[in-house]
């Protein structure tokens, strides 16, 4: 299995306080997500990064922040957290954009209850 | 914007007989991949069969096989032999070059003994 490590793996807080979730990968692989799956909804990208430092905007970016300032750790941050944000979230990396010659690999996912 | 379409909420299949899952998606691209990711209640997802829009043969890996239509922009997935093992969600995903996949809403598959 591809090295990807989400932690924590569950988190109970309450609205308005600061969330932080890390994705962490021992494959040195260049590309990382961050998505969030709710019920009828799929998979939705929050944010990705193409390189340290190299971050744009997925489709549900409103709310969220994302940092990379080394090659194995991408974070996840929550300014406020709002019960809306409560799901589950995962972090995803790949070698190239395209998960041709490898596909993205995922993590196990967090879940967040925000209450 | 990209859309990937799976209109089946829910399927069940007996143990050992075939189930096909639908999935339609929307690009004015030509050059594009395709992919059906399984999440089991572990919630690991997991990389079942991917297809390459400019092959016209359709993927296959073991007990699981696509049908790709191009022109109607249709992917489906066929899972032969049914497995209590296969029981999980179903995601279809699309790539077109923007560094980014689309998911469906997935696919919910029970496995009947």
């Known amino acids: 299995d591809a090295g990807i490590t989400q932690s924590p793996r569950h988190k109970v807080t309450e609205t308005g306080t600061p969330v932080t979730l890390r994705c962490h990968q021992t494959?040195?692989?260049?590309?990382m997500y961050w998505y969030r799956q709710d019920p009828g909804h799929g998979l939705r990208l929050i944010h990705y990064?193409?390189?340290?430092?190299?971050?744009d905007k997925g489709e549900v970016s409103d709310g969220y922040s994302v940092s990379r300032s080394k090659t194995e750790d991408f974070l996840l941050t929550l300014e406020s957290a709002t019960s809306s944000q409560t799901s589950v979230y995962f972090c995803?990396?790949?070698?190239?954009?395209?998960?041709?010659?490898?596909?993205?690999?995922f993590g196990d996912g967090t879940r967040l209850s925000i209450l | 914007a990209q859309t990937v379409t799976q209109s089946q909420p829910e399927m069940s299949v007996q143990e050992a007989e075939t189930v096909t899952l639908s999935c339609t998606y929307d690009?004015?691209?030509?050059?594009?991949?395709l992919f059906w990711y399984k999440q089991p209640p572990s919630r690991q997802m997991i990389l079942v069969i991917r297809?390459?829009?400019?092959?016209?043969q359709n993927a296959t890996e073991n007990r699981f096989s696509v049908n790709f239509q191009k022109a109607a922009k249709s992917f489906s997935l066929k899972i032969s032999d049914s497995q209590l093992g296969d029981a999980a969600m179903y995601f279809c995903?699309?790539?077109?070059?923007?560094?980014?996949?689309?998911f469906g809403t997935g696919t919910r598959l029970t496995i009947i003994p």
């Open positions: 494959e040195n692989h260049r590309y």
């Open positions: 297809q390459e829009a400019y092959k016209q």
């Open positions: 990064s193409y390189g340290v430092k190299d971050t």
């Open positions: 690009t004015s691209e030509s050059d594009y991949y």
């Open positions: 995903a699309h790539w077109m070059g923007n560094e980014k996949l689309t």
């Open positions: 995803a990396i790949s070698p190239t954009p395209d998960g041709v010659n490898q596909p993205q690999h």
